[in-house]
């Protein structure tokens, strides 16, 4: 088991979500009930690997479902933003509810499929972990888009106002250097999103090559959908 906790009191190795020992059930680590989102964020800002522990260890998996709503929020936006990137193309209606649902949809069908492959492949290399914890770490992964939706987006809105949907003219053309800037820390919004994702693996599995692969392929997946939806929804 090579992500495991070993007991102090009889030295069995137990799966690292375990509470007490299998063996002696003795207490293994300080129980967790529920997850305090605020302490939560500041631990996956400073140390992800132990804010990504916290989430697994915890019984109620708390704020999956408010995570998921809002990144999808982001991911909304962020497919206009990508159609918008179609030489010739610009926006003239968009069907809001019918879209989100169908970014949401595709976000939750993504993290769920990824949870049964990863825990698939765990048992394979007899690394025992549970769905709901894969499930929460990859949601929890999703975090700095939140951030990006509640102060990034808010100040694009104050920098190019009804033009930041436009193509015509673009923001590139109306503020060049701010757009630029605006889309590295879009850009940055990604990275920081694949680094928590590789983060989050890591901590459940303890194994880097792994979870650097499926982390990325995870991101490419939430990401790619984004754009592949831009072509279907607009």
Known sequence: MKNGIICKNCQTSNPFHELTCRNCKSYLRERVYNLDLWKLLEQLIESPLNGFTKIIHSEQKNFIVFIILLASIKF??????????????NLFSVNSIRNYLIVLLSVALIISIFSLVIKFINQISSNVTRSKDILAILSYSLIPNIFALVILFPLELIFFGEYLFSNNPSPFIIKETTAYIMLILELLIMVWTSFLSIMALYTLTK??????GIGILFNLLVFGSQYLLSFYLY
């Open 76 to 89: 909304f936006i962020n497919t206009i933003f990508f159609f918008l990137t179609i030489p010739q193309h």
């Open 207 to 212: 194994s880097l090559l792994f979870s650097i």
